[in-house]
């Protein structure tokens, strides 16, 4: 064996293992937000397994936030419209990153309101763990899924001080 099979057979093997531990986070993901979506009866609670379609279930959980003193109402079609501009218009110079830095922090702040709703004073901790150690959100999600929402949260509107 030279090197460049050594390389070549390295560069597989670190391919499938991100690979298999992509599919795992998303299969974590999916069914964090499937449970909770099935758990607070909102219908089609199965496009919690599609990409994309997935934002809609996150805006349903998380109903309407506050951002930038700005209310977001239908959060359940505002995601998934500026996750799918994000993904298409992403690689436009300028336009394309404005979008995506959009995307991230509208995501955030449903996430943390999302943690909020479910885990009340730890979303601070939680939301900055699933910032640094990405991997941690899908792992926080699945945790939520059997989880009963925090009374006192049943105006849905949650303010985000950004």
């Known amino acids: 064996m030279d090197r460049w099979e050594l390389i070549l057979g390295l560069g597989l093997a670190f391919v499938l293992v ?34 994309v ?6 805006g349903k959980l998380v ?6 003193n700005q209310e977001i109402n239908k959060l359940e079609v505002v995601l998934p419209v500026v996750c799918a501009a994000s993904i298409v218009l992403g690689g436009i110079p300028f336009i394309g990153f404005l979008i995506s830095i959009a995307y991230v922090i509208l995501n955030f702040a449903s996430i943390y309101n999302l943690y909020k709703k479910y885990r009340g004073d730890k979303a601070v901790g939680m939301l900055i763990l699933s910032i640094i150690f990405i991997f941690m959100c899908p792992i926080y999600l699945f945790t939520l899924r059997n989880a009963d929402p925090i009374e006192g949260f049943g105006d849905n509107t949650n303010t985000v001080a950004m």
């Open 18 to 51: 991100f690979a298999v531990i992509f599919i795992v986070l998303y299969v974590l993901k999916s069914i964090g937000i499937f449970g909770m979506a099935k758990k607070a009866g909102i219908e089609n609670s199965w496009l919690a397994w599609i990409p």
């Open 53 to 58: 379609a997935d934002m809609y279930i996150m």
């Open 63 to 68: 109903g309407k936030i506050k951002l930038f």
